[in-house]
């Protein structure tokens, strides 16, 4: 069985859902690393206190901005990745693999 060709729109699709994925994991990490940072940053202050807002709102920009970036990037690399594939694949005959 040869893989000559694959749908530069469907591997668009399904890489953009998978890092848009990762990025609401990463985004999730990204913001309690922010809330920690922001709290120990304000307990070492001395009259000069971080705002717990800032926390917050690094926080939820991550939650909300990193799966959307995360996910543009990932649909505009799996439409390139795509186009390459068939253009190579093209030339050699495509990528040849065996499935039970």
Excluded: H
């Amino acid at each position: 069985m040869v893989l000559k060709r694959i749908g530069v729109g469907s591997a668009a699709k399904v890489t953009g859902a998978v890092y848009a994925a990762l990025g609401l994991i990463f985004g999730a990490i990204f913001a309690c690393i922010a809330m920690v940072g922001i709290g120990a940053a304000s307990a070492l202050s001395a009259g000069n206190e971080a705002s717990p807002f800032l926390g917050a709102f690094f926080g939820v920009g991550a939650i909300v901005i990193l799966p959307i970036m995360y996910g543009v990037i990932g649909v505009i690399g799996g439409a390139i990745g795509a186009w390459v594939y068939n253009l190579v694949a093209g030339m050699t005959g495509g990528l040849e693999i065996d499935l039970q």
